[in-house]
């Protein structure tokens, strides 16, 4: 069960299920890292799936001390491939770095770690090789609704855009990196759900209202500290926007609305089946 990823769309409660899981159990969940890690994880596919490595390293009985200087002495025609790496032991050395980096500086009383990461499953496997790495680990992705999410991001992390006159082009491709964001992110771990044999639990904003324990049940936590009965509203940013940026995020949203709304649905049928609640779609079929 350790560590602990939590992963996210932004805007959509991962600080929130962050600050829950470090208050109630032994686990740190650190903050974002701008997605360092992402470079790192790919190259342990890369090295582990390098045609030339196994051809000419991996498939080679290892040498020892002598061999390997008569051959660097008789300029061996293997000599500009001479290694004497191992398939895995990459892998192993990049977890143990990972896991060194995160457990070094946890503040007392704390004996895990996790972090929560909105960048990893944009555009890059991070999410699917961390699983992999960490195969005890337990992983989150939190999202809400996609016009609510989209707008939030315009106005915490665009503010300078709705503070001066009317930007209609500038608030348009605003918009348009936003929303390629909520929908590569979406589908990604919609995606890394059907054929990952690894477990994900999906978070919709509405699960945030559950009690701490119900919450920490879904995820396989246990609940070790008390902490204080409603938790506020986790950086909520800006709350309103301007009525022209308004009128043209609703403009902008009605042409994706169908597209969003199916991938939200479906996510939400995931997240109600990890709580062990039915959808309402399911509700009303019945």
Known sequence: MWP??????????????????????????????????????????????????EKFVFGRVARNKDQLIADMTAGSEM??????????????????????????????GWTEWGFKEIRYGLNNEAPSMLLNLFDDATAAFT?????STIESMIRTWSPDLLNGAPAVEDLSRTYRICATRYNTIVKYFLDFRTKA????????????????????QTLGLRCERAIPNGLSVTNPGP??????????SDELFAKDEAEFLDLFTRACAQSDADFGRPSPAQLVSA
């Open 143 to 147: 999202f809400r609704d996609p016009k």
């Open 239 to 248: 709350s309103s926007m301007p009525e022209w940026a308004k009128v043209k």
């Open 4 to 53: 602990v990823f939590v992963f996210g769309t932004g805007r959509c409660g991962s600080t929130h299920i962050q600050r829950l899981i470090t208050l109630s159990t032994c686990c740190w969940i650190w903050g974002e890292h701008g997605g360092f890690l992402e470079p790192l994880l790919a190259s342990v596919s890369r090295y582990e799936n390098s045609q030339g490595l």
């Open 197 to 216: 044999n690894r477990p994900i639990i999906f978070i919709s904003s509405d699960k945030l209202e559950r009690s701490v324990e119900e919450i920490l």
């Open 79 to 108: 000599l500009s491939w001479v290694n004497e790496l191992d398939r895995y032991s990459y892998r192993t050395g990049v977890k143990s770095l990972v896991d060194r980096m995160f457990q070094s500086r946890l503040p007392e």
